[in-house]
């Protein structure tokens, strides 16, 4: 059995605190796995911050932010192995294959987004707690973008916006079906995967407005693309636009489903096979 190490950010909530008759939560998908991981005898350990000595077979970097600071990659390092270590910037201006160009042609509608990721909240959230515990602000200046704006053609973005280095512009490339919108969305660890399109009627699809879901293979270029990025575990948002899959987000600490307990329970003993999988070979099998 082995003994595996959580990396997060000092200001993070990885878990709800512990209250007598009160299980505990948590927001992200991480949470389950390693609750069977532990269920199947190995130890987790949540180290939150950069204060405690990195003593573990292995660890999973899980720092909740855009752009991961240098201190916590360098901390991850010093661990055997680590999963994710490759991953420290996941902003748009990054990762986006739908980045608006100067020369490009595109004519069509364009969609203004945060360059952070999930709109910037996390961020937000560790600033906010920084500052209620008199400590010095990690990411300065970051603050939350609520929602996404679509605009008819790349004419009527407001003035000024296409400078600003915290937004981004994507063209608008929404996976068009017959009865709405689709997004796809795959989740993955290791060898262990799966893969939904969830359809909405509205043409910004949001999780909370899906009609259904479907599953759907994984293309190749989606494949090639997180082996390039250095993902061991998390989740792709993409489209299939006019028959050619298009990177939308990629996130290493995807959040957890809102899905009955069965179905948390099903993904989680999936997804720790997977990790299971990877752990004390020093190795990424997934990458062929």
């Known amino acids: 059995m082995a003994h595996i190490a959580v990396v997060t950010h000092e200001y993070d909530r990885f878990q709800t605190p512990w209250r007598p008759l009160r299980r505990r939560d948590s927001p992200y998908m991480l949470f389950d796995i390693m609750a069977e991981l532990k269920r199947r005898g190995h130890r987790v350990s949540l ?68 360059n952070l990721n999930h709109h910037g909240l996390p961020e937000a959230r560790f600033n906010l707690r920084a500052a209620r515990h008199g400590g010095e602000l990690p990411f300065p200046g970051a603050r939350e973008m609520p929602r996404y704006e679509v605009f008819a053609t790349r004419g009527d973005l407001p003035s000024g916006l296409l400078e600003r280095p915290d937004l981004v512009v994507d063209k608008f490339m929404p996976e068009i079906v017959a009865d709405g919108f689709g997004t796809r969305i795959w989740v993955f660890c290791g060898t262990r995967e799966r893969c939904a399109r969830y359809v909405s009627p509205n043409a910004v699809v949001k999780a909370s407005e899906t009609k259904r879901r479907e599953p759907v293979p994984v293309p190749d270029e989606m494949r090639l693309l997180r082996e390039k990025l250095g993902f061991d575990y998390g989740k792709f948002d993409f489209v299939i636009h006019q028959g050619q899959p298009v990177l939308l987000d990629a996130n290493p600490t995807p959040g957890r489903p809102k899905s009955v307990r069965s179905m948390l329970v099903e993904a989680a003993v999936n997804l720790a096979d997977g990790f299971e999988g990877m752990m004390g070979r020093g190795v990424v099998p997934w990458r062929g």
């Open 47 to 114: 180290l939150s911050g950069l204060t405690q000595p990195p003593a573990a077979d292995l660890a999973i970097l899980h720092v909740d932010a855009t752009i991961v600071p240098q201190a916590y990659v360098d901390y991850a390092g010093r661990f055997p192995f680590c999963l994710n270590l490759a991953v420290s910037d996941i902003s748009k201006r990054r990762i986006s294959q739908a980045l608006l160009r100067d020369g490009d042609g595109w004519s069509g509608p364009v969609i203004v987004k945060s």
